[in-house]
């Protein structure tokens, strides 16, 4: 009786390991067969997801002052989107071409003139001094920022739109502050350094 238990519990050994040898070589098979076809959607999946990290700012040289005016620690990616983003607010405010209206808003904002104090004697007298192109627009630019940062809007995308929009309905502060600087150099006219030498030499 002992024998034959002995003998049974020998055959059961015996056959235990082929059954799992069995069993986890076709697990293992079965692993192989799937990881790497799970492998390929994962890398195909990652490799169709579209990556969006730039903003849809035009390579103008008016937008691209705008962009430099407004970066600090030359952070111009962050001033790009932030100019992107209050484009979107005054296109949804303006219902029209958001960078033409921004174009028309800065013009229109631009001084003429600029005021420069020396002295004369004991006098000092401000001389009105033309300006070029980009030095008018960068003050317009700064004027247009000041203004916004007076704004109740909580974010800058929506105070720097809601005055571009204001400076081309007429309302903004920074038409008033043009009027006066041009009434100053106006005044002050006696003083401008004019060559009316127009001889070519």
């Not at 492998?39 to 390579?59: L, M, Q, W």
């Amino acid at each position: 009786m002992s024998r034959i238990f002995l003998q049974n519990i020998r055959t059961i050994n015996t056959i235990r390991p082929s059954f799992t040898v069995r069993a986890l070589t076709t697990a293992s098979e079965a692993l192989d067969t799937q990881v790497p076809a799970a492998a390929t959607t994962t890398t195909t999946a990652t490799a169709t997801k579209p990556i969006t990290t730039e903003t849809s700012v035009p390579n103008d040289s008016l937008v691209s002052q705008l962009v430099n005016t407004l970066m600090r620690d030359g952070k111009k990616a962050r001033a790009q989107r932030l100019v992107s983003d209050s484009m979107r607010h005054l296109e949804t405010k303006s219902q029209q071409e958001p960078y033409s209206v921004l174009a028309g808003a800065i013009e229109e904002a631009s001084p003429l003139l600029k005021l420069t104090s020396t002295k004369k004697g004991s006098k000092v007298a401000h001389v009105p001094t033309a300006l070029r192109e980009r030095q008018r627009r960068r003050r317009a630019i700064t004027w247009i920022i000041d203004a916004a940062a007076k704004r109740n809007e909580k974010t800058f995308e929506e105070r720097f739109a809601g005055e571009i929009y204001d400076v081309t309905q007429g309302t903004s502060s920074v038409l008033q502050k043009k009027l006066q600087l041009h009434k100053q150099a106006l005044a002050n006219r006696a003083n401008a350094q004019v060559n009316y030498n127009t001889q070519n030499r």
